[in-house]
């Protein structure tokens, strides 16, 4: 919902709701090249905000993917 630049790169926020005991899937991909390419990166924080789940480069080539069993519903 929020967007903006923070430390060197562009940022976005997006809200989910997660069901206990489901299993989700999150991916960037980032669909593009040439110089200045894109190097997407993940952060999954809990409803209270602390960070559960990150990744970097685990989707093909540059992309990221969280693979992530939720603990609560929220």
Known sequence: DGGGFGGGGY???????FTAGKTYTIEYNFI????????????LLNPGGAQVAAD???????????????????
Request: charged residues 25%; hydrophobic residues 25%.
């Open 11 to 17: 940022s976005k926020t997006y809200t989910a709701q």
């Open 32 to 43: 593009g090249g040439g110089r200045g390419a894109m190097d997407p990166f993940l952060r």
């Open 56 to 74: 970097d480069d685990g989707g093909f080539g540059l992309n990221s993917r969280i693979t992530y069993r939720a603990d609560v519903t929220g």
